[in-house]
């Protein structure tokens, strides 16, 4: 992904910035080289928030290594995240996944390193999720946005237990005309992905992702959303692989009028 700015802020509301904030933006490895189009719409609705918005040079969050437990890679990667991204006054992921792994895990992974523990301290401080950053840091709820489509919503794990990130999206939906929220049953239980959770134990992995495929299809909604890629090209593939033909996006794309690209899972 290429850099992006904002000179132009917004009209001023109660609790904002008082200045354009400078966020930069952490696309997510899933995201640069899975669905960009989720990083462009993530930067869109960033700077309709009325925020300056920058890209750096930036590697994996850690997540991946850090399940597995090298905790040695983890730190290499972590300490590289740290250092781009230390110079913004916010740093905002389209993963409740990412940013959980850096607000909630970094501290703990430098817990006894008295050079780098200030430092991740002040980088969890400072990063959110998108729709909780839009709409709990910018109180920016309105996106403008239209989606004349029932759809029906994912709570990824990491984003909701970590982050507390549930009502955040649906409120951001909410305004987006014509769309029509339907809530799956279980709406917040695990699809499965799980990062290496789906590849260490694959059949578990299945057996989740096959319930939570059930509720999708039963909610009677055409379109899935969520806020976390991982989960989403997890469930696209069930939903695929059952022969169900439901569009699958993340909300970023929904939020930001940017569904011109296939759904996830669909090809070109």
């Not at 189009?37 to 850690?62: D, I, M, W, Y």
């Not at 694959?202 to 009677?220: L, Q, Y």
């Amino acid at each position: 992904m290429s850099e992006s700015t904002s000179e132009t802020p917004r009209e001023p509301s109660p609790g904002r910035p008082a200045r354009p904030p400078r966020v930069g933006l952490f696309v997510t490895c899933l995201v640069d080289l899975m669905r960009p189009s989720v990083g462009f719409a993530a930067a869109k609705l960033l700077e309709e928030a009325g925020c300056r918005v920058e890209v750096p040079s930036q590697t994996c969050c850690g997540q991946p290594a850090y399940n597995s437990g090298d905790r040695g890679t983890t730190r290499d990667l972590a300490e590289q995240v740290i250092d781009a991204f230390a110079g913004f006054d916010y740093v905002v992921a389209p993963s409740g996944s990412c940013a959980g792994m850096i607000r909630t895990h970094y501290p703990e992974l430098f817990h006894d390193d008295p050079n780098w523990l200030p430092r991740a301290n002040a980088l969890a401080a400072k990063t959110y999720e998108l729709t909780s950053f839009l709409v709990d840091v910018m109180f920016h709820t309105r996106t403008g946005a239209r989606f004349p489509r029932r759809v029906t919503y994912h709570d990824s794990c990491a984003g909701l237990r970590e982050l507390g990130v549930q009502n955040q999206p649906r409120k951001l939906l909410g305004t987006v005309e014509g769309l029509e929220l339907v809530e799956m049953a279980e709406s917040d239980v695990c699809c499965g992905f799980g990062g290496t959770f789906a590849v260490k134990y694959g059949e578990i992995s299945n057996a989740i992702v096959e319930a939570k495929a059930k509720n999708i299809a039963e909610s009677g909604a055409p379109v899935l959303l969520a806020g976390d890629l991982g989960c989403l090209m997890n469930m696209a593939g069930k939903l695929s692989r059952e022969g169900k033909t439901v569009e699958v996006r993340h909300i970023a794309e929904v939020l930001a009028n940017m569904t011109d690209e296939p759904a996830i899972g669909a090809g070109d």
